[in-house]
């Protein structure tokens, strides 16, 4: 066996933080690592490990970032939770920082200077690469004061395409102007380090998103609109939707009669890759959970959801009262679900299939969670007392759905930030 061959059967049992040293020994173990096969080796070993995972909070709140991590998983063996990679350096001085969206191990970032001039970074936080995005050449000096004013900037996503695991790619959107049928997105693509501006043929959009604030999730190329005041959303392909009927306005599972039995205002995540909802209903006094997933993009709610779980809370609810509120799905298994208990101030783990949960606090030391991951806090106790009141459909709470949660999720393989050709 000679070296390259010795030296694979030792690196592709290792996991991802050492294999990344490893790279730099010699250029004889930099190709090997860098080649398809080890590539392809190494997830085919690690389908199944877990990986490591932040919930980031998505609210211009001065407190933290991530308010809980999940480190030391088997297939990047992280000393420590993502949230501490997520220091942040630029030139000038900045005031205000927020997470805009976290896709496919990449962030983007919204970043306020001292006099009040907005930024947007895109960045790899684990390998400490940032680029920041120029501004629309196009926009005029009122935009860019409604985005230092934040009624903008929260209309910003981030989606990107992959190739064998990797970003190959990445695109910034702003979700502009609209009339009745059209909606204008500012489009800038790390491809072509340029803006373009796309006007898609959108029907229903007018009457969907005139007088809310908006929220996206990226997923496969595609970015989901979210509104604080529909029972719909919409969703666009930016890599291969096209302007005349690429935009897809679904309605949620529990429009109808459910809506008006519907405990929590809707709450979205990504599991298992797929975009899933999940909300308690109740009805002749039971109380229960349901969570679909999103299997077509259609209209009908019929066609567009699949019907996950629907599990009694009793069990639960005898154990920690009915203080809680939903939080995010764990983004590999579409079994477990996070809550925030208040009364017990920790976060539930709650097993749907298994109907086993777990409470974490954030004064105990860090425990271990049932995929073998580590779990930190960040002030997350502080933070959910803070947003609660969002939740509640009844509540007076100025939040709305606003997208309070994020997953920010490593991918299973090394990938760098892609860099823009130069200009």
């Not at 250029?27 to 490591?52: G, H, M, T, Y």
């Not at 970032?109 to 895109?122: I, K, N």
Request: aromatic letters at 14%; a neutral charge; proline letters at 5%.
């Amino acid at each position: 066996m000679n070296i390259p061959e010795v030296a694979f059967v030792v690196l592709v049992r290792l996991p991802l933080k050492s294999i990344a040293r490893f790279r730099s020994v010699c250029k004889e173990w930099k190709d090997l690592i860098d080649s398809d096969f080890f590539r392809d080796q190494f997830i085919s070993r690690n389908s199944s490990s877990s990986i490591s995972w932040s919930i980031i909070q998505m609210q211009p709140y001065k407190l933290t970032l991530e308010i809980m991590g999940h480190h030391g998983c088997k297939t990047w063996g992280l000393a420590r939770s993502l949230g501490s990679f997520m220091s942040f350096f630029v030139e000038t001085a900045i005031k205000k920082l927020l997470v805009l969206a976290c896709t496919d191990g990449l962030v983007l970032l919204y970043a306020e200077a001292t006099d009040g001039t907005p930024m947007y970074y895109v960045g790899n936080p684990l390998f400490q690469e940032w680029f920041p995005v120029p501004f629309p050449p196009f926009l005029s000096l009122e935009d860019l004061e409604r985005l230092r004013l934040h009624e903008r900037f929260r209309d910003t996503g981030l989606v990107t395409k992959m190739q064998s695991g990797i970003v190959v790619s990445y695109k910034v959107v702003l979700l502009m102007t609209h009339g009745r049928t059209k909606v204008d997105f500012a489009i800038y693509s790390s491809d072509t380090a340029k803006w373009e501006n796309r006007n898609v043929t959108c029907p229903k959009y007018h009457w969907l998103f005139r007088f809310s604030h908006r929220k996206s999730i990226a997923l496969n190329g595609m970015l989901h609109w979210f509104s604080n005041i529909s029972v719909c959303f919409m969703a666009y392909d930016f890599y291969e939707g096209n302007v005349d009927d690429g935009c897809h306005i679904i309605s949620f599972p529990d429009r109808g009669k459910d809506d008006e039995i519907r405990r929590f205002r809707r709450s979205f995540t990504t599991s298992e890759g797929s975009i899933v909802y999940f909300n308690e209903f109740r009805e002749n006094e039971n109380r229960t959970l349901r969570v679909w997933r999103l299997v077509k993009y259609t209209d009908g709610p019929e066609e567009a959801w699949q019907l996950l779980w629907e599990v009694s809370l009793v069990s639960m609810i005898d154990l920690l009262g009915i203080d809680y509120f939903p939080v995010v799905m764990h983004p590999l298994n579409s079994e477990i679900i996070y809550l925030w208990s208040r009364n017990k101030k920790g976060m539930v783990l709650f097993n749907l299939r298994t109907l086993v949960l777990s409470l974490h606090k954030e004064n105990e030391d860090d425990g271990k969670c049932r995929d073998g991951c580590l779990l930190s806090f960040n002030r997350c106790s502080e933070f959910m007392e803070n947003i609660c009141g969002y939740f509640f459909p009844w509540s007076n709470y100025a939040g709305f759905n606003n997208l309070i949660f994020s997953q920010y999720v490593l991918p299973r393989w090394l990938h760098r930030l892609p860099r823009p050709p130069p200009t």
